[in-house]
């Protein structure tokens, strides 16, 4: 059986367990608490020097990244399905990695950085994180105007990269409500077959709402 070292709270964890829930793979999921210092075990630094969550362990094969692991998820257990999540045909393959780098670099530099500045207390320029977080908000709004999914005519793992830290853009501060393409497309991945929710962290205390400019 699959394990997966995850964690409560984390978007990129919530990502793996999300694809393994929804292309119906069992798996053992392993709790790394962050806030207690458990990603500097040895054991796990042993499966990543990286120190990070997720990480797949698929009997030999040991995976970091919750964008790599979307993606040999999608191949490897995508049956019929592999096709539909992560298309070979190049130019479907090109825009469903643009989208994966997204979430990777614009999202994680400042919906989730914002999110960071208050949950964890990371010492980061946060009203530039809110700033440039609206901006990438409307930049996708506008790409999702006309077109249900980011990368293709139907749900890729683009879409499942790309939804937890936008669903969770209100704990740093940011509201996505006036961003009706994205609102749109939130309820789209959420409507998916054996779609799971993600486990919330309890208890949090609230964050005021940065206004957004002008949508």
């Known amino acids: 059986m699959i394990t997966l070292y995850t964690g409560l709270g984390s978007g990129n964890a919530y990502k793996a367990e999300l694809m393994m829930h929804m292309l119906?793979?069992?798996?053992?999921?392993?709790s790394i608490f962050i806030p207690k210092g458990e990603h500097r075990a040895p054991d796990f630094l042993?499966?990543?020097?990286?120190g990070q969550i997720p990480v797949l362990v698929d009997g030999e094969t040991v995976l970091t990244d919750s964008q790599a692991i979307l993606c040999y998820l999608a191949r490897q257990y995508g049956g019929d399905q592999?096709?539909?999540w992560l298309p070979m045909?190049?130019?479907?393959?090109?825009?469903?990695?643009r989208w994966l780098s997204v979430a990777s670099?614009?999202?994680?530099?400042?919906?989730?950085?914002?999110r960071a500045a208050k949950l964890l207390r990371w010492e980061i320029d946060y009203d530039n994180a809110v700033k440039r977080s609206y901006k990438l908000l409307t930049l996708m709004n506008d790409h999702l105007a006309n077109r249900d999914w980011l990368a293709a005519e139907h749900a890729t793992i683009a879409d499942l990269a790309c939804y937890p830290y936008i669903f969770l853009a209100a704990e740093g501060g940011v509201d996505t409500r006036p961003y009706d393409a994205i609102t749109a497309?939130?309820?789209?991945?959420?409507?998916?077959?054996?779609?799971?929710?993600?486990p919330r962290i309890p208890n949090l205390p609230p964050v005021e709402l940065t206004p957004p400019p002008n949508v």
């Open 105 to 114: 670099n614009e999202i994680q530099n400042t919906l989730t950085m914002a």
């Open 89 to 97: 045909e190049p130019v479907s393959l090109a825009q469903v990695m």
């Open 185 to 198: 497309w939130m309820r789209r991945v959420e409507d998916l077959p054996n779609f799971l929710d993600m």
């Open 24 to 30: 119906g793979v069992p798996f053992e999921p392993v």
């Open 82 to 84: 592999a096709d539909h």
């Open 46 to 50: 042993k499966l990543t020097p990286f």
